[in-house]
């Protein structure tokens, strides 16, 4: 294997010289987008990923408000130990104040079905996230919430729909 290994560098050396080597690899480098980049460049682009966040939970928002429902900020939390849900801590900020914390799941949305005599109402409950993927932390807390016997709905940005929010219901899948 250790011979197969060196016969195998040593033809691609004889078929690509090493300054090749160096431009493949440049190459890719830079279309990996390798190179380091700045604590500033960082801080722009979470402030970027941070303000497209907040515009998409309010395009969400909206698109939910069109549909007839009632929508709120959820500002409950999921306590991963317990399994409770729980009021999101609130934080300060200097130059702004004492400032609310976002819960998770972003939304709940209530809409009126049946009779008006009855007061009957659909619960559902929104997370909004531009690329449509969660982390493990994140499903495991939204796991809960459907062991609970809530709708989960997951609302993602994509270009094919006319106003680009394409939702689809959360199903906890273990391992994935």
């Given at each position: 294997?250790?011979?197969?290994?060196?016969?195998?560098?040593?033809?691609?050396?004889?078929?690509?010289?090493?300054?090749?080597?160096?431009?493949?690899?440049?190459?890719?480098?830079?279309?990996?987008?390798?190179?380091?980049?700045?604590?500033?460049?960082?801080?722009?682009?979470?402030?970027?990923?941070?303000?497209?966040?907040?515009?998409?939970?309010?395009?969400?928002?909206?698109?939910?408000?069109?549909?007839?429902?009632?929508?709120?900020?959820?500002?409950?939390?999921?306590?991963?130990?317990?399994?409770?849900?729980?009021?999101?801590?609130?934080f300060y900020i200097?130059?702004?104040?004492?400032v609310m914390g976002?819960?998770?799941?972003?939304?709940?949305?209530?809409?009126?079905?049946?009779?008006?005599?009855?007061?009957?109402?659909?619960?559902?409950?929104?997370?909004?996230?531009?690329?449509?993927?969660?982390s493990k932390e994140?499903?495991?807390?939204?796991?809960?919430?459907?062991?609970?016997?809530?709708?989960?709905?997951?609302?993602?940005?994509?270009?094919?729909?006319?106003?680009?929010?394409?939702?689809?219901?959360?199903?906890?899948?273990?391992?994935?």
């Amino acid at each position: 294997m250790y011979y197969a290994i060196i016969g195998f560098l040593f033809v691609c050396l004889l078929v690509n010289p090493p300054d090749k080597f160096k431009k493949i690899y440049k190459e890719h480098s830079l279309s990996l987008n390798m190179e380091k980049q700045t604590k500033a460049e960082l801080k722009a682009q979470g402030k970027r990923n941070k303000a497209k966040g907040a515009k998409f939970e309010k395009k969400t928002r909206e698109h939910y408000e069109e549909m007839g429902y009632m929508v709120t900020k959820f500002r409950n939390n999921i306590d991963l130990q317990t399994g409770e849900i729980i009021p999101a801590k609130n934080f300060y900020i200097p130059g702004r104040g004492n400032v609310m914390g976002s819960g998770f799941p972003d939304f709940v949305a209530f809409k009126h079905i049946g009779a008006p005599i009855a007061e009957q109402y659909e619960v559902i409950f929104i997370e909004a996230k531009l690329n449509g993927f969660l982390s493990k932390e994140e499903k495991e807390k939204l796991k809960i919430l459907t062991e609970l016997g809530h709708k989960i709905l997951i609302a993602y940005e994509d270009d094919s729909c006319d106003n680009n929010i394409r939702t689809r219901e959360f199903i906890y899948t273990e391992g994935k």
